[in-house]
């Protein structure tokens, strides 16, 4: 059986609470029939697990990103490290400069922590990194011993190449659809089919033909029929590749 994956979604947050079964119907009648839901608090990851009790197709992915270090102590560290058993995997963690350049140590610091704890547990992780490509591939290279996602990737081809020569998958969001967007175009072009994966990051980088709306799940649709197209592809090949692809990141 054929189906999307959408590798990487916020399901979970405000703006879905309210139509939340609406929005799931709306996926599975898009062919979308598995979410990795991410979480990046405590309050989110135990709503989420709430949601998965009434849909199992729900993956959950938990971890503390970059941003909200401020907010963290150790307590949160030792809870991530102790839910780790119950997850799909750690994410999305990793680094963001964009912002918060002052924060860069800290930020070096909380990223290897949660390395370490996917390590530990032998757990799959999610990457994201804005304005920090040199460090964030220096800490995975280092660090890094389980498989890895980097999540809506948008850096250079060589960039690219050096992530996949670490057996790494590249997640395309709806960015790749942009008219404009040269760089994701030909990564996706470039990227071997059996390291790619695909992903919404909703409700954020809504793809054509729905730019300018309030991204959901069910939209991953349109990436993957978009980079079918890119690649000369029928779609059921890509999806399932990019079946086998997500089940051999989770280990299956």
């Not at 964009?98 to 390395?115: G, M, S, V, W």
């Not at 695909?198 to 029929?225: H, K, S, W």
């Amino acid at each position: 059986m054929s189906y999307w994956i959408d590798t990487h979604c916020h399901m979970n947050e405000d703006v879905y609470r309210d139509s939340f079964d609406e929005y799931m119907k709306n996926s599975r009648d898009n062919g979308v029939l598995r979410n990795n839901v991410i979480c990046m608090h405590k309050e989110e990851y135990l709503y989420t697990r709430e949601l998965k009790e009434r849909y199992p197709q729900l993956d959950i992915t938990f971890g503390y990103f970059p941003e909200d270090l401020q907010h963290l102590n150790a307590e949160d560290l030792a809870y991530l490290d102790q839910q780790a058993d119950q997850l799909t995997a750690i994410g999305e963690i990793g680094l963001d400069y964009y912002y918060t350049k002052e924060t860069r140590d800290q930020q070096k610091e909380l990223f290897i922590a949660q390395i370490e704890i996917a390590n530990r547990h032998n757990k799959p992780i999610v990457i994201h990194s804005r304005s920090a490509a040199q460090d964030t591939y220096d800490i995975l290279k280092q660090h890094a011993r389980t498989k890895v996602i980097m999540h809506c990737f948008s850096e250079s081809l060589e960039m690219m190449r050096q992530y996949l020569k670490l057996g790494y998958y590249i997640s395309f969001a709806g960015v790749v659809t942009f008219k404009n967007a040269l760089s994701p175009k030909e990564n996706a072009r470039e990227c071997p089919l059996d390291r790619m994966m695909i992903e919404t990051d909703c409700p954020y980088l809504t793809p054509v033909p729905f730019r300018g709306r309030m991204n959901q799940t069910a939209y991953v649709r349109y990436t993957g029929e978009y980079i079918a197209q890119l690649r000369g592809l029928e779609v059921e090949e890509l999806q399932k590749q990019l079946i086998a692809n997500y089940d051999n990141w989770r280990g299956e």
